[in-house]
């Protein structure tokens, strides 16, 4: 069982949120349909610290910055995006 | 140590021969040391891997080829797959190939001289709401129109060919009907990985296990060698077939893939008594079943809903798992699961494979299977073996490219994926 600590709702199920992904710098609104893709699709998909993005979606439904290692699945931090608490 | 004894033909005079004799058998596949040079070095001894230095060795000639696998050979997704071969995908590319695959299956126990138990008990993916019915409908006609054996059946036809599920209406989600596969089934997935094996080290292929890929050089764009745990190789040539970890493979060449690493659980019960010939699947219910010759069922879900390298089994899963399979089949309920494991799928965001060349030139990907590598394997081999050989992308690969994604031009297997991702 992999547990999140939400800044919000304190330690819950990983079956809670929804995952999101590794967070990808957004191109800007002017890029090239290429830049578009290779954000959409492109992975590092490291083994090993990832910073990741979560929502809780059966909690307080907020976008959560994670930072997980990939291999033990140990997680080092939570915030909210738009916060920044720990 | 180089063993140079001949490998024998497998046969039942030779059984006899031996049993007789008291001999030992000779070793599967010979060891080698590692050579400075090779034509072709693919890296990761799976399936895949395998099949692709099996095809280049006797479709193509090219035998100074090594397999270099950092564990043992199948230790990965060729080992922890629910060994099912089936053909019948949505899409007509999708069809075509595996189809391809079923038949490369049907007499690769013959061609290999190994027994790769292919049973061809008939594949059922049953359908518990009306819109799945329809998509199985559909999943026929594209299947008929490629001349693959596929058909909808309804709940007395799935009884009688699987008298075990419970067709009746006290299920959540009653079943509504099924698409029938005739030619799909089961292979002894760690026989096709031998197989393939002692095939490719009969031609003179070099396998080499407990060497891993530290480091791909590539020069003005191109490959040259390849730095492994047991030395460096000059090689212009470098083929990427190592599934959950091909993103970090490929990193290596300099090469990003639209790939994510998730693992897929499995468990097995204790073994019993035949109750259940076909390989069935229900993707509503996120489970495929099969017995396998030794009497354990074998059961896959889903993927994991988030990405990971890790492969620890977790109680949810076996929970879940249970829970699903009770509904199918409620008369399991006192059997004991003996173990669960997982493997790691190296998943596309189109569901389909990528495979063939990529902007370093002489680096080559095998990659992007996701949950359905192993039924692919064979025609997977073949075609990276032709592409290598001829340098000219077969017809039959050519909508897996990598740089689909770069056009935005992305197949759409997900829908005939086994269960819902």
């Given at each position: 069982m992999l547990l999140i600590h939400c800044p919000h709702c304190g330690p819950r199920n990983a079956d809670e949120f929804s995952f999101g992904g590794e967070l990808v710098p957004r191109p800007g609104p002017d890029s090239e349909p290429e830049s578009w893709r290779d954000y959409l699709y492109t992975k590092e998909n490291l083994a090993g610290w990832e910073r990741e993005q979560w929502f809780h979606l059966s909690g307080c439904r907020r976008f959560l910055e994670v930072e997980r290692?990939?291999?033990?699945?140990?997680?080092h931090s939570v915030r909210d995006v738009t916060k920044g608490t720990a | 140590m180089t063993n140079r004894r001949h490998i024998a033909r497998y046969s039942a005079f030779s059984l006899i021969k031996q049993s007789l004799t008291g001999q030992r058998w000779s070793r599967v596949w010979r060891h080698h040391d590692l050579k400075p040079s090779y034509d072709v070095v693919i890296v990761g001894g799976g399936v895949h891997g395998l099949a692709t230095a099996y095809y280049l060795a006797r479709?193509?000639?090219?035998?100074n080829v090594a397999v270099i696998e950092k564990?043992?050979?199948?230790?990965?997704g060729s080992g922890r797959n629910t060994a099912i071969v089936r053909s019948n995908y949505l899409t007509p590319e999708g069809s075509a190939f595996y189809d391809r695959s079923v038949k490369l299956y049907e007499h690769l126990a013959d061609e290999l001289n190994f027994n790769v138990m292919f049973e061809q008990r008939g594949h059922m993916t049953l359908a518990h709401s009306d819109s799945s019915l329809r998509t199985m409908q559909w999943r026929a006609e594209v299947n008929r129109m490629a001349g693959i054996d596929s058909e909808v059946i309804g709940p007395p036809d799935v009884k009688r060919l699987a008298p075990a599920i419970d067709v009746s209406s006290r299920p959540r989600y009653p079943i509504l009907g099924a698409l029938w596969h005739p030619p799909g089934g089961i292979v002894r997935h760690d026989a096709v990985v031998w197989g393939y094996a002692r095939a490719a080290d009969r031609l003179g292929v070099h396998i080499h296990q407990q060497t891993e890929v530290t480091a791909i050089d590539v020069t003005a764009g191109a490959v040259t060698g390849v730095h492994t745990s047991g030395g460096r190789i000059s090689t212009p040539v470098v083929v990427n077939?190592?599934?959950?970890?091909s993103s970090l493979v490929s990193a290596l060449a300099g090469v990003r893939l639209p790939i994510t690493t998730r693992p897929l659980q499995a468990a097995v019960t204790e073994p019993v008594q035949p109750i259940l010939n076909p390989v069935v699947v229900s993707g509503s219910l996120h489970v495929y079943l099969s017995q396998t010759a030794r009497g354990e069922l074998v059961f896959g879900a889903s993927v994991d809903p988030f990405n990971s390298y890790s492969t620890r089994g977790s109680l949810e899963f076996a929970e879940g798992l249970a829970g699903h399979v009770l509904e199918l089949m409620p008369s399991l309920s006192n059997m004991r699961l003996l173990r669960q494991w997982s493997g790691l799928c190296d998943m596309t965001p189109d569901f389909g494979p990528i495979i063939g060349m990529t902007p370093v030139a002489g680096f080559y990907v095998d990659v992007g299977w996701g949950t359905y590598g192993f039924k692919a394997a064979p025609v997977a081999g073949e075609q990276t073996a032709q592409l290598l050989a001829t340098g000219v992308v077969p017809d039959l690969i050519a909508p897996f490219s990598l740089d689909r994604f770069a056009r935005g031009d992305l197949t759409a297997e997900k829908g005939a994926a086994a269960v819902g991702h």
């Open positions: 290692h990939t291999i033990t699945n140990e997680i | 479709n193509h000639g090219i035998t564990s043992y050979l199948g230790s990965g077939c190592t599934a959950g970890w």
